[in-house]
């Protein structure tokens, strides 16, 4: 069962000077149900496109699995209720079902609810050691703008956040969107494993804040570098300090932060003010 990503729902719009019957699109969401060797780890609401991609991306940024070739089978099932994508992964992997097991369900402004130990909440990150892309500054002040040309959900609703990865000399190569900023961003690291892109030849452009696990995903895929349209959090910078990671943000209109590790980007600047 084919399950559409928007609906077209009746509403009042109500102006300044008047009020009139309206149709807009929305976008959908559903529960789906991460399951591993038979045990829900996760039950996320999730926009009903690319599930593959979420799942994998899922799967792989919680450190579910660390390779694919450790999942054996996998399958979308869908249900009345939502879907659950379930894989069958190997056994010395199945151990980590437990320790990093979410037996609730996601709002998708949260990407921590649910997590059993406190501690599991920062996990230890790995330092980047890729040299990682050599990216212009117009690259960069172009990348959050470049992104909206590869968000068709938002043009018609107006209502979820994208995740793409870009290149240098190529541009956006690949975009996903979701309600969820958190699920757009699992997407896009599934769709990246699943096609065999290099996550340590470019940089992963985001429509939201960079909150921690916004970078703990990105290292956790491998990436060097993370440009983002809006703030990030304090502690989501210690974290890309420590982790070796460049952090762009509030990249739009032509400019852009650079919060750590600059050497990446060809800014062009030879002093600070």
Same mark, same amino acid.
């Given at each position: $069962?084919?399950?559409?990503?928007?609906?077209?729902?009746?509403?009042?719009?109500?102006?300044?000077?008047?009020?009139? %019957?309206?149709?807009?699109?929305?976008?959908?969401?559903?529960?789906?149900?991460? #399951?591993?060797?038979?045990?829900?780890?996760?039950? $996320? $609401?999730?926009?009903?496109?690319?599930?593959?991609?979420?799942?994998?991306?899922?799967?792989?940024?919680?450190? =579910?699995?660390?390779?694919?070739?450790? !999942?054996?089978?996998?399958?979308?099932?869908?249900?009345?209720?939502?879907?659950?994508?379930?894989?069958?992964?190997?056994?010395?992997?199945?151990?980590?079902?437990?320790?990093?097991?979410?037996?609730?369900?996601?709002?998708?402004?949260?990407?921590?609810?649910?997590?059993?130990?406190?501690?599991?909440?920062?996990?230890?990150?790995?330092?980047?050691?890729?040299?990682?892309?050599?990216?212009?500054?117009?690259?960069?002040?172009?990348?959050?703008?470049?992104?909206?040309? *590869?968000?068709?959900?938002? %043009?018609?609703?107006?209502?979820?956040?994208? +995740?793409? =990865?870009?290149?240098?000399?190529?541009?956006?190569?690949?975009?996903?969107?979701?309600?969820?900023?958190?699920?757009?961003?699992?997407?896009?690291?599934?769709?990246?494993?699943?096609?065999?892109?290099?996550?340590?030849?470019?940089?992963? !452009?985001?429509?939201?804040?960079?909150?921690?696990?916004?970078?703990?995903?990105? #290292? =956790?895929?491998?990436?060097?570098?993370?440009?983002?349209?809006?703030?990030?959090?304090? *502690?989501?910078?210690?974290?890309?300090?420590?982790?070796?990671?460049?952090?762009?943000?509030?990249?739009?209109?032509?400019?852009? %932060?650079?919060?750590? *590790?600059?050497?990446?980007?060809?800014?062009?600047?030879?002093?600070? +003010?």
């Amino acid at each position: $069962m084919v399950m559409p990503s928007t609906h077209s729902m009746p509403g009042l719009s109500v102006q300044r000077e008047n009020a009139r %019957d309206v149709m807009r699109r929305l976008p959908e969401e559903t529960p789906v149900a991460l #399951v591993f060797n038979g045990t829900t780890a996760a039950v $996320m $609401m999730v926009t009903p496109a690319d599930l593959r991609d979420f799942a994998f991306g899922f799967a792989l940024s919680e450190g =579910f699995i660390e390779r694919l070739d450790q !999942v054996i089978s996998f399958e979308i099932v869908s249900h009345k209720a939502g879907a659950e994508a379930r894989f069958w992964i190997a056994e010395e992997q199945a151990q980590t079902i437990q320790a990093r097991r979410r037996n609730m369900l996601g709002p998708m402004g949260c990407g921590l609810c649910g997590i059993d130990s406190l501690e599991q909440a920062i996990r230890p990150l790995p330092v980047l050691t890729a040299a990682g892309p050599a990216l212009s500054r117009q690259e960069v002040a172009r990348a959050t703008d470049a992104l909206r040309d *590869h968000q068709p959900l938002h %043009d018609q609703t107006h209502a979820v956040h994208a +995740a793409g =990865f870009l290149m240098p000399g190529k541009g956006i190569v690949l975009a996903r969107e979701d309600v969820g900023r958190h699920n757009a961003l699992d997407k896009l690291i599934g769709a990246m494993a699943l096609c065999g892109l290099d996550a340590s030849q470019g940089a992963i !452009v985001l429509t939201s804040r960079v909150s921690v696990e916004m970078v703990q995903k990105t #290292v =956790f895929a491998n990436c060097p570098v993370l440009i983002a349209v809006s703030a990030p959090t304090a *502690h989501a910078l210690r974290l890309a300090s420590e982790a070796n990671l460049t952090l762009v943000a509030f990249a739009r209109g032509g400019g852009f %932060d650079i919060y750590a *590790h600059p050497d990446r980007i060809a800014t062009g600047a030879t002093d600070a +003010a």
